[in-house]
């Protein structure tokens, strides 16, 4: 009987293994023909000032609203879309969006942010690094709708520069000296490299949220607090600005502001939502 429940157990355990296979499979087939449908969407989550709690700007966050499954989130179809190359076309819709809604709320909230205009960030797959046209395309989309370069903000994970030679950072090198800013996502999950840094042309760390769940605790992981504390001074000695990500308590974001971090994003502040929140947040800064 044992043994018959036993394998029962593997044959529902490959079972469930096909059952992933096939979606995975499924959700790669689809995702053509879902951008030309429209079935992508963009939340947007606030970043703001740890010293004042006004509003910075928001990171894009794409999602697709599949016909079957309901909403799905990057994680499930973004490394999908990496693997086939479609995250080109998918990463050139996010981007314009996104610089169209910063554009807008840079239209519609003149007075918002204590008079610093709102600032869009994006995320860019290491593919999308490599495509030939990524410094063309981006200059083009900013031109088409009048946002100034400075007020966007594209975030590159950490992994992907690993190992970087020159011909892979100089798009983002010259993007950077038109004024956009790079950013250094999930900042300490790699192998980091803090000696590396000083030949990355990125203007701000994002500190992943693994550093922020050790403050979340009563007391806060003293270690924690200490690796931020030189993260933090390292940083600001190198001109970079430090964002945390993950900010769920009042707590986490009292240490995070003492230690000197200069911008954060979490659900303590909102999650990500619809442009809307954003007006509503920003609408509030104002008052
Ligand atoms: P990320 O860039 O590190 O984005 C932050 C993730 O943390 C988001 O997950 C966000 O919803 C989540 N988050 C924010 N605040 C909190 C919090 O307080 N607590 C917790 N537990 N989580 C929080 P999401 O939206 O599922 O995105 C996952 C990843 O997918 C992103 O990680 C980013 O790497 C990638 N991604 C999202 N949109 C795009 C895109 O347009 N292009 C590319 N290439 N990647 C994208
Ligand atoms: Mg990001
Ligand atoms: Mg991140
Ligand atoms: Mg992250």
Redesign the pocket.
């Known amino acids: 009987r044992a043994k018959a429940a036993g394998g029962n157990r593997f044959e529902l355990a490959d079972a469930e293994a096909d059952a992933r296979a096939i979606t995975r499979h499924g959700l790669t087939t689809a995702l053509p023909a879902a951008l030309e449908r429209g079935e992508f969407f963009?939340?947007y989550?606030p970043l703001v000032h740890l010293d004042d709690g006004t509003v910075h700007g928001a990171?894009?966050?794409?999602?697709w609203l599949h016909p079957q499954h309901g909403i799905l989130?990057?994680?499930r179809f973004?490394p999908l879309?990496?693997h086939t190359g479609l995250?080109v076309p998918?990463?050139r819709w996010?981007?314009e969006q996104?610089v169209r809604q910063a554009k807008a709320w840079q239209d519609q909230l003149p007075g918002s942010a204590a008079g610093r205009p709102l600032r869009i960030?994006?995320?860019?797959?290491p593919t999308?690094l490599h495509h030939p046209g990524l410094v063309a395309e981006t200059v083009e989309v900013l031109d088409r709708i009048g946002l100034a370069p400075g007020a966007l903000c594209l975030?590159v994970?950490e992994s992907a520069l690993i190992g970087a030679d020159e011909d892979l950072l100089k798009p983002l090198r010259q993007l950077a000296e038109m004024g956009v800013d790079i950013a250094l996502?999930?900042f300490g999950t790699g192998y980091s490299n803090l000696a590396n840094l000083r030949r990355l042309p990125v203007s701000v760390l994002?500190l992943?949220?693994s550093f922020?769940q050790g403050m979340q605790q009563h007391p806060a992981d003293p270690v924690d607090l200490k690796i931020v504390e030189g993260i933090v001074s390292l940083a600001h000695s190198l001109d970079l600005a430090v964002t945390v990500?993950?900010?769920?308590t009042g707590a986490q974001a009292d240490h995070l502001r003492r230690l000197g971090c200069d911008t954060a994003?979490?659900?303590?502040?909102a999650?990500?939502g619809p442009p809307e929140h954003l007006h509503r947040l920003s609408l509030l800064d104002a008052v």
């Open positions: 963009i939340e989550q990171e894009a966050l794409v999602r989130g990057p994680d973004i879309a990496e995250i998918l990463g996010v981007l996104s960030n994006v995320n860019l797959s999308q975030e994970t996502d999930d994002k992943d949220r922020t990500e993950g900010v769920e994003q979490g659900w303590f502040y999650r990500p």
